[in-house]
T-cell receptor
Framework: AQKVTQAQTEISVVEKEDVTLDCVYETRDTTYYLFWYKQPPSGELVFLIRRNSFDEQNEISGRYSWNFQKSTSSFNFTITASQVVDSAVYFCALSETYDSSYKLIFGSGTRLLVRP | EPEVTQTPSHQVTQMGQEVILRCVPISNHLYFYWYRQILGQKVEFLVSFYNNEISEKSEIFDDQFSVERPDGSNFTLKIRSTKLEDSAMYFC????????????FGEGSRLTVL
């Protein structure tokens, strides 16, 4: 069965600290996609990144970076030099493909609080 | 930038009442979805819709739920007889063909059942 585990329920850091959010997934599919979404206090879901299962290259986008390791079934997310605006709930998700539509399996989320 | 829009942003209803949540997906997208998030919990898949029919639905999506695309732009979720446990944020999403699972989510409709 597909499953996404985000073991950290809440993390609190002081501004400018680096923080890593962990994500571990389970799937029997050989082709799958992994995602990170941000949910700020306003409630919407903001897409951050998608990786496919064949691309283990790490990715950096500004202060954000992602480390995908198939060997450990992990897709971790690091925020460098965190800012107060980074405070949000972050969800990791795994896609399950049915025909051509996608069913996202979300983790339970990690609430990040960045204090000034 | 095109976006998914949802109405209403918040609806309060009495238990047993019917509710319709509306969504306007991004215009060139072909796949439509509803997800639900009970307060403080994870986001859960409800249903996916393609070519005017349901592609897949979860166990949550029982007979009291239905979806419809009544015209070329709207995508609706109807809850026939609401229960207290239906109180949640409902997210609509859409994706295009070959998107690799990149779903664009609306801002959500918060449903409160009293």
């Amino acid at each position: 069965a597909q499953k996404v585990t985000q073991a950290q329920t809440e993390i609190s850091v002081v501004e400018k600290e680096d923080v890593t959010l962990d994500c571990v997934y389970e799937t029997r599919d050989t082709t799958y996609y992994l995602f990170w979404y941000k949910q700020p206090p306003s409630g919407e879901l903001v897409f951050l990144i998608r990786r496919n299962s064949f691309d283990e290259q790490n990715e950096i986008s500004g202060r954000y970076s992602w480390n995908f390791q198939k060997s450990t079934s992990s897709f971790n997310f690091t925020i460098t030099a965190s800012q107060v605006v980074d405070s949000a709930v972050y969800f990791c998700a795994l896609s399950e493909t049915y025909d051509s539509s996608y069913k996202l399996i979300f983790g339970s989320g990690t609430r990040l609080l960045v204090r000034p | 930038e095109p976006e998914v829009t949802q109405t209403p942003s918040h609806q309060v209803t009495q238990m047993g009442q019917e509710v319709i949540l509306r969504c306007v997906p991004i215009s060139n997208h072909l796949y439509f979805y509803w997800y639900r998030q009970i307060l403080g919990q994870k986001v859960e898949f409800l249903v996916s819709f393609y070519n005017n029919e349901i592609s897949e639905k979860s166990e949550i999506f029982d007979d009291q739920f239905s979806v419809e695309r009544p015209d070329g732009s709207n995508f609706t979720l109807k809850i026939r007889s609401t229960k207290l446990e239906d109180s949640a944020m409902y997210f609509c999403a859409s994706s295009r063909l070959g998107s690799g699972g990149e779903l664009f989510f609306g801002e959500g409709s918060r449903l409160t059942v009293l």
